[in-house]
């Protein structure tokens, strides 16, 4: 087996052309690399240098050496680099998922801007529900994990993020939309969209309407929220929504004004437990907390 220090000094005599010069480059002293060299000679079997006129010159069987010895110092140092990146967070690779309106509102945002400032990192970010993510999570599936709660489950590690409320996004010149809240009672002489009956967030509505003893005038029930905007947006009615994708994505013309009952539900971060984080990954989660409001 070859030595590496010693093909280092064979490497370091061929860019410089003398043995002071390689010296100086490795930072040792003369004897040393002279030694080295007759090492290195003696384990390959055959004469590296010539010395002509006081200088060394390359015998053929070293210069068919160099392009081989070269490339690899040059991925020697591409390693180097490599891990200084990895070490300062500035290169790396991680994924994601998160619950749709989440994914599509704070956290793409938190990826977008954190790699536009890392141009070496990559990011897999995917958009399911609830319910896959944790279980993803637990798998180790992926390192980070966004939902809305409840979440029960001793595999995984669950910080509370930030916190969503349920509210109406309208028309600004739309009547209600001079309210700083509106009332559940006040939705009843006006078409609204909202979740399918099954959807993760249509209990909360409904106990809002429960608490006040209301009905609502439903025109669209849907599964997203992103749809229910996009309806409002259409002028299909106002959209009865968890409101965070709006508060990321606002649509000009628009407001939203927040339900009273005042209805809140935690936003959760997941991790699988006992898993050590990359300094890119600690510094994405740093970033997505400061992200969400």
């Known amino acids: 087996m070859l030595n590496l220090r010693q093909v280092e000094v064979f490497y370091a005599i061929m860019r410089t052309g003398t043995i002071t010069g390689a010296a100086r480059v490795l930072n040792v002293t003369q004897p040393a690399v002279s030694a080295a060299l007759k090492q290195l000679e003696a384990r390959m079997k055959m004469k ?137 009672t006040d939705l009843a002489a006006h078409p609204v969209i909202t979740y399918l009956p099954q959807a993760l967030l249509r209990p909360y509505i409904d106990r809002a309407l429960s608490a006040r003893k209301s009905a609502l005038n439903i025109a669209v029930e849907t599964a997203t929220a992103a749809t229910a905007i996009m309806l409002a947006a259409q002028g299909a009615g106002i959209a009865l929504v968890e409101t965070t994708l709006f508060s990321a994505r606002p649509i000009e013309g628009f407001v939203m004004r927040p339900l009273e009952p005042r209805v809140q539900l935690k936003i959760l971060l997941l991790r699988p437990r006992q898993g050590a984080a990359s300094r890119v990954l600690a510094d994405f989660t740093a970033h997505l907390r400061r992200t969400f409001p």
């Not at 240098?49 to 010895?69: I, M, N, S, Y």
């Not at 939902?147 to 590690?157: F, L, N, T, W």
């Open 48 to 184: 590296l240098f010539d010395r002509v006129g006081g200088r060394l010159q390359a015998t053929p069987e070293a210069k068919a050496l160099l392009p081989d010895v070269a490339e690899i110092f040059g991925r020697i140092g591409a390693v180097e680099r490599l891990s200084q990146d990895l070490a300062g967070g500035a290169r790396g690779v991680f994924s994601i998922a998160a619950t749709p309106p989440l994914c599509d509102g704070f956290v793409a945002k938190a990826v977008a801007t954190f790699v536009a400032r890392r141009p070496g990192v990559k990011v897999g970010l995917q958009s399911i529900a609830s319910s896959i993510v944790l279980d993803r999570v637990i798998n180790r599936e992926v390192d980070l994990g966004v939902v809305y709660e409840p979440v029960v489950s001793a595999a995984v590690e669950v910080e509370e993020l930030s916190a969503a409320t349920i509210g109406c996004i309208m028309p600004a010149r739309h009547a209600l939309a001079k309210r700083r809240a509106v009332r559940v």
